[in-house]
Each structure stands twice: as structure tokens, then as C-alpha cells.
């Protein structure tokens, strides 16, 4: 655990993407919770965003991660921002 610890304190000091891979249940939300806010002041800077991706449809995958827009084809949703545009920050006037 100590090891990991040691990892984590490396992680956060960096701006690259990060990649946690591992099987169910061994702590990877925990440890990128904890690597985003020691990165994000705590988690104001921009918030946390988690999604399982393994019980997203291909249909809807696209949707989720990018958004959409009201009338899309197939999408029987309004206009909804996407994942990747709420861990950015992206506002919207």
C-alpha cells in the first residue's frame, strides 16, 4: 500500500493522461479520485467525471462521451453535454 501511496504522490505532480487499468474491485476510482483532486485543488478547479463505459451500448457510447444535440439520430434525448466536456469545464452561455 505504501508503494502505491508513493505512485500516487509521483501521479499527481504530473498533467499527462492516465491510464488505470485493473480488475474489478481493486480501488482504480479511489485512486483516480484521489490523483484528480490532489491535481484539481481539491476538486474545484474542475470536477471528477466517471463513467463504466462496459455497460454503454455502441449506439450510445458516442453520445455519452461527446454529447449531442436535441434531434440527433436515434437519440430519443434532448441536447445533453458530454463527458469529455464536463471534466473540461466546457460552460455553456
Known amino acids: 500500500m505504501e508503494n502505491v501511496r508513493k505512485l500516487i504522490s ?6 499527462n493522461d492516465i491510464i488505470i487499468v485493473g480488475e474489478d ?6 485512486i483516480a479520485k484521489n490523483i484528480h ?9 474542475l470536477p471528477f467525471v466517471s ?3 462496459s455497460v454503454i ?3 450510445e457510447m ?3 462521451l461527446f454529447g449531442f444535440e436535441r434531434g440527433a439520430e436515434r437519440l430519443p434525448y ?6 469529455f466536456e ?3 469545464g466546457v460552460q455553456f452561455l
Open 25 to 30: 474491485g481493486v480501488g482504480k476510482g479511489a
Open 51 to 53: 463513467v463504466n463505459l
Open 86 to 88: 464536463i471534466a473540461n
Open 57 to 59: 451500448d455502441d449506439k
Open 62 to 64: 458516442e453520445a455519452v
Open 37 to 45: 483532486y490532489q491535481n484539481s485543488n481539491g476538486g474545484v478547479d
Open 78 to 83: 434532448t441536447s445533453k453535454r458530454g463527458i
Open 10 to 15: 509521483k501521479l499527481t505532480r504530473t498533467r
